[in-house]
T-cell receptor, first 112, second 113 residues
């Protein structure tokens, strides 16, 4: 059974800081991994999708990496802004079906 | 292109009642999946439908059911509501050309009193 863990559970940083969010999974036989952002009371916004054959994906100030062999992914946020404050979730898709296993999320607060 | 649309956004029910939630996927997407989000359990997979057939099912009791129509719209139903069913119910869709990326709606917030 796939298990996904995110560390830290909460993070508070000053504006402008670069930061790294961590995600680990127990079964390396994954199909893809997706990072999401969730604002309070809202749905999930897809940030980045990494296929199992890829090592990283970039979108603007965001960079996600994937190391299947060690069961880890990181989300790097450059030059953080107060608008980045949200909960960040990673989710792993383990087979050809569309079932995602989610981590518990990292709640990020960027202080002005 | 419109996103995933979920209705209703908020609803309040009492224990023992039943509820039906609706999800309209992004146009052209044929796969719809449902998730339950609670503070204690986080996000958990309920079920997935593709071309009107349930393809995967999570570990939830039979009170939770769903269906998908020929236009890919999906509904989920929860019967005999319990206090613990209070949650944000999220629907996601995906389809060809998305490389497997899932797109979520804003969710339906269910409160059971």
């Amino acid at each position: 059974k796939q298990e996904v863990t995110q560390i830290p559970a909460a993070l508070s940083v000053p504006e402008g800081e670069n930061l790294v969010l961590n995600c680990s999974f127990t079964d390396s036989a994954i199909y893809n991994l997706q990072w999401f952002r969730q604002d309070p009371g809202k749905g999930l916004t897809s940030l980045l999708l990494i296929q199992s054959s890829q090592r990283e994906q970039t979108s603007g100030r965001l960079n996600a990496s994937l190391d299947k062999s060690s069961g880890r992914s990181t989300l790097y946020i450059a030059a953080s802004q107060p608008g980045d404050s949200a909960t960040y979730l990673c989710a792993v898709r383990s087979n050809a079906g569309n079932m995602l296993t989610f981590g518990g999320g990292t709640r990020l607060m960027v202080k002005p | 292109k419109a996103g995933v649309t979920q209705t209703p956004r908020y609803l309040i029910k009492t224990r023992g009642q039943q509820v039906t939630l609706s999800c309209s996927p992004i146009s052209g997407h044929r796969s719809v999946s449902w998730y339950q989000q609670t503070p204690g359990q986080g996000l958990q997979f309920l079920f997935e439908y593709f071309s009107e057939t349930q393809r995967n099912k999570g570990n939830f009791p039979g009170r939770f059911s769903g269906r998908q129509f020929s236009n890919s719209r999906s509904e989920m139903n929860v019967s005999t509501l319990e206090l613990g069913d209070s949650a944000l119910y999220l629907c996601a869709s995906t389809g060809q050309g998305t490389a497997g990326e899932l797109f979520f709606g804003e969710g339906s917030r269910l409160t059971v009193l």
